[in-house]
């Protein structure tokens, strides 16, 4: 039961170390929607790559100490910007786990202040689409913000790759490289005007090879909201 437990936003590992701006957007405007959210001072990996890389003790030390954290915070549910973070909570965490557009898609209604009246293409995150299931919700936030939503020829389930996952910008990556250049072809051949994704590793990735703007999906929602960072 929610009513006298605490919701705490996950800000993950590269959000919190390479983006914190995003998770602090994310964070004034779930606040905004009406959405209490807290954070967690002792946050800490949530043990993805730790199960990618086969460390089987250590990852189950790691998800031991998570919960003992969420306990201490009387945390009842959790939501997250990154997927990876969200689809590796849900699997030993005591409460829901959330991806943050799941929130956030079904409150947003009439609430925009400035409407972005721009063509975009969603890139969907492997995570966010086939481990957490989230591919309306993204596309339902944008049109709330005024965006007219084109379809890339690979999305939603049957998303392809940014590159940038299971640690393969770190070993190998030209292949990486190889990959993300042809997602950024398939996204730029849409003749959108921005590229938005919900993942600050695939915002990484893309921003790395795109002549096109990415931009992440709390930049969009925060300025159709007149939410400042």
């Not at 940038?164 to 950024?184: M, Q, V």
């Not at 915002?203 to 990415?214: A, F, M, P, T, W």
């Amino acid at each position: 039961m929610l009513w006298f437990k605490n919701r705490a936003f996950f800000k993950g590992c590269l959000v919190k170390n390479a983006y914190p701006g995003i998770g602090e957007l994310w964070v004034k405007i779930l606040r905004e929607l009406g959405v209490k959210v807290i954070t967690l001072p002792e946050e800490r990996c949530c043990g993805s790559p730790l199960k990618n890389a086969g460390a089987v003790k250590e990852y189950e030390k790691n998800a031991q100490m998570l919960r003992c954290l969420m306990d201490r915070y009387h945390v009842g549910e959790v939501i997250t910007a990154c997927p990876a973070c969200a689809n590796v909570l849900s699997q030993y965490l005591r409460v829901p786990v959330r991806h943050v557009t799941q929130v956030v898609a079904d409150r947003l209604c009439k609430r925009v202040l400035e409407p972005w009246n721009t063509t975009v293409v969603f890139h969907d995150p492997c995570h966010l689409a086939r481990a957490v299931g989230a591919v309306d919700e993204p596309r339902k936030i944008l049109r709330a913000c005024g965006c007219k939503v084109v379809e890339p020829e690979l999305g939603e389930k049957h998303t392809y790759c940014c590159g940038g996952g299971g640690g393969l910008p770190a070993n190998h990556p030209e292949t990486a490289e190889k990959i993300s250049k042809e997602r950024i072809r398939q996204l730029s051949s849409t003749g959108a005007e921005l590229i938005v994704t919900s993942c600050p590793m695939c915002l990484h990735q893309l921003r790395k090879n795109s002549n096109l703007q990415v931009l992440d999906l709390s930049e969009i929602v925060a300025k159709a909201l007149g939410v400042r960072g």
